[in-house]
């Protein structure tokens, strides 16, 4: 399966690409979903047709979705919830409550993560394509399969032999209820179905990711950050889309301070982002609703092509050994030297850009070998592992 995920600032456009993307894949003869995560549903107002909780067919080979958390979350976690709800309720949280603390922000995201996990391994789909809620939210919560392994591997299995034992004695003194072994099931069960979302989000031959944004400052801005944390991540970003681009035939006062704004704007898009694959769609003089439109929007960006192909192959994390040394590269274009902090543990690589931290788990050859240099250059991130028993140089 191929996933397709669109993302970016607020109102860019994310959902009417995504919507336009589906059509155009589905004309080419992939089975397609289209599958929106952001709370604030638009995707069914956008291809002007009733989405429920369950794929509902939009047109011949294309479906569409509308992620529905708390079903989610009674449809395959009843256990955890159950759990969660029981403890909450011990400790004095009423059952309504309890119910709604569970389902925490951003939840969507996780509920479609795991989805395309299952859609993925059930071969549902040729193409599954992910309209997202605006980038700061997206960003934190695609980040999230990651966070959720290093957790799972350094406290479950521990986690699980503590209750074990403790059951008899400690089920007995405290209100607390302790957790079940079928909760520890699923549990498990999740931990497994995230590291192959991982996998699967890592992988730039199953996952794209398509920023979209606007010829405008303040969106470029919000756009650079957005592509320096997906490299962090290890997303594959594959395309960039820029909306809403005034045709140069426009004129009149107006326009033509509009137009020169604009023709500089595209500039630095291109100084910014060049190398990446990237298409343009016009700002048409209406809103892009219904399958008509859309199909016009998917048309102007992808012409009579594939919208599915992959365009690149990003690789923002590369690990490589070269003479006796491993490294590890990471692109981080636009990120600065002095807000860059380096360090390891153990089987942890834990570099820091700003406010974002990366735990990036190391391949077992990486394990015991010690931190050697860091070099940040050219937007990108070298850093050199040495045997154990070699001490760096020039450590930084
Ligand atoms: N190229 C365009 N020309 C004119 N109108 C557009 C264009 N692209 C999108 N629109 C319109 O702009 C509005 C916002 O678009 P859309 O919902 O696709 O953005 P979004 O990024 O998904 O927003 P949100 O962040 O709220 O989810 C919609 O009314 C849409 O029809
Ligand atoms: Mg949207």
């Known amino acids: 399966m191929r996933t397709i995920i669109y993302t970016g600032k607020g109102g860019v456009g994310k959902t009417s690409l995504a919507a336009a993307t589906a059509l155009a894949s589905a004309a080419h003869g992939h089975r397609t979903l289209v599958m929106s995560t952001d709370s604030a549903h638009s995707l069914g107002d956008s291809l002007q047709v009733s989405l429920g909780r369950d794929p509902t067919k939009v047109t011949d080979r294309l479906w569409g979705q509308e992620i529905d958390v708390l079903a989610e979350m009674e449809r395959h976690w009843a256990e955890i919830s159950n759990y969660l709800t029981a403890l909450l309720q011990s400790q004095g949280v009423e059952e309504i409550t309890a119910k709604e603390v569970v389902v925490i922000p951003g939840m969507e995201l996780i509920a479609a993560l795991l989805l395309l996990e299952r859609y993925e391994r059930e071969k549902s789909w040729d193409v599954a394509i992910v ?75 199953r996952t794209s990711v398509r920023l979209v944004l606007n010829p405008e400052r303040m969106v470029i801005t919000e756009t650079q950050r957005a592509y320096t944390y997906l490299c ?75 919208p599915t192909r992959i365009f690149a192959r990003a690789q923002p994390v590369r690990f490589f050994s070269r003479s006796g040394k491993k490294y590890v590269k990471i692109e981080l274009p636009f990120a600065g030297e002095e807000a860059l902090e380096v360090s390891s543990r153990g089987d942890t690589l834990y570099v820091k850009v700003g406010w974002y931290r990366r735990t990036l788990l190391l391949p077992y050859a990486y394990i015991g070998a010690k931190l050697g240099k860091a070099v940040f250059s050219g937007g990108s991130l070298l850093i050199e592992f040495l045997p154990s028993k070699e001490v760096p140089q020039h450590a930084s």
């Open 131 to 205: 309209d997202t809620a605006p980038t700061a939210d997206t960003l934190r919560l695609l980040s999230f399969p990651d966070a959720v392994q290093w957790y799972f591997d350094r406290f479950f299995k521990l986690e699980k032999r503590m209750m074990k034992v403790a059951r008899p004695t400690v089920g007995r003194l405290m209100r607390t209820p302790l957790p079940s072994d079928r909760f520890f099931e699923s549990l498990e069960d999740l931990y497994l179905r995230f590291r192959r979302v991982r996998n699967m989000l890592s992988d730039p031959d």
């Open 232 to 306: 962090l991540f290890g997303l594959p970003i594959e395309m960039l889309v820029v909306n809403r681009v005034f045709s140069d035939q426009l004129d009149g006062k107006f326009f033509e301070q509009a137009l020169a704004e604009q023709k500089a704007n595209l500039g630095l898009i291109e100084e910014y982002f060049g190398g990446v694959p990237m298409r343009r769609s016009p700002r048409y003089p209406h809103e892009v609703l219904g399958l008509e439109r859309l199909r016009r929007l998917g048309t102007d960006v992808f012409d009579a092509e594939d």
